[in-house]
């Protein structure tokens, strides 16, 4: 349908390649074309070299910001970062890790 209304498939930029290639083939979708991007791919649908954009995102700030919204449907993944400090830390190690967690707020 896409292709037949503007001529060509359905660009999609992204640096989650292999990601974004299952989701879709899950979906049953098969004529897109992604276009790789390492870096303000929230700009590639304002410069033309792509239709859609699959990104991380948290706030949805800078999709707004390039006049893009998040499509209907659950997300491809949700993930969290997660910091790890070692368990046999030095004393020095075990104060840095220690201001860390009260500037990040952390409770454990």
Excluded: M, W
């Excluded at 449907?73 to 910091?83: D, E, H, T």
Aim: proline letters at 2%.
């Amino acid at each position: 349908a896409f292709r037949a209304r503007h001529g060509h498939r359905l660009r999609i930029a992204t640096k989650y390649h292999n990601l974004v290639r299952e989701h879709l083939r899950a979906h049953g979708v098969a004529d897109y074309q992604l276009v790789d991007s390492q870096g303000a791919t929230e700009g590639t649908v304002a410069n033309l070299t792509a239709e859609a954009v699959a990104d991380i995102t948290s706030s949805g700030e800078t999709l707004r910001a390039n006049h893009l919204k998040v499509l209907a449907g659950p997300p491809i993944l949700q993930s969290q970062a997660v910091l790890f400090g070692a368990r046999a830390a030095s004393t020095e190690d075990a104060a840095a890790l220690a201001a860390l967690r009260a500037r990040l707020d952390c409770t454990s």
